[in-house]
């Protein structure tokens, strides 16, 4: 089945760059698409970013777009998630997500991983 860990998290400056790292260790012959999702506290978790098997759709929140760019190398199982021009609104968990096909709606992801931090200090 689909394992999902996520990596990368960190606490960097207003301005910054992190790339956040997304790996199915599971044993699968389905191909997902993968989608990024960030919850910060007392709010709801809100949709990031997605990207379909094949890289050829993606999307992208009205908050992040520009900024956020997804990407995946699926000779190696894992989705990247390039964070740049990082603002303290950016600030949450950062949750990556498996669903069969490149969508924004938050109930088609079936696999979840544990979710990273990622800090911005202003």
């Known amino acids: 089945q689909v394992q999902l860990v996520e990596s990368g998290g960190g606490l960097v400056q207003a301005g910054g760059s992190l790339r956040l790292s997304c790996a199915d260790s599971?044993?699968?012959?389905?191909?997902?698409?993968m989608g990024w999702f960030r919850q910060a506290p007392e709010k709801e978790r809100e949709f990031v970013a997605t990207?379909?098997?094949?890289?050829?759709?993606?999307y992208y929140g009205d908050s992040v777009k520009g900024r956020f760019t997804s990407s995946r190398d699926n000779a190696k199982n894992t989705v990247y998630l390039q964070m740049n021009s990082l603002k303290p609104e950016d600030t949450a968990v950062y949750y990556c997500?498996?669903?069969?096909?490149?969508?924004?709606?938050?109930?088609?992801?079936?696999?979840w991983g544990q979710g990273t931090q990622v800090t911005v200090s202003s």
């Open positions: 997500a498996a669903a069969l096909l490149a969508t924004r709606s938050i109930s088609e992801y079936d696999y």
């Open positions: 990207i379909s098997w094949s890289g050829g759709v993606t």
């Open positions: 599971g044993r699968t012959f389905r191909h997902y698409a």
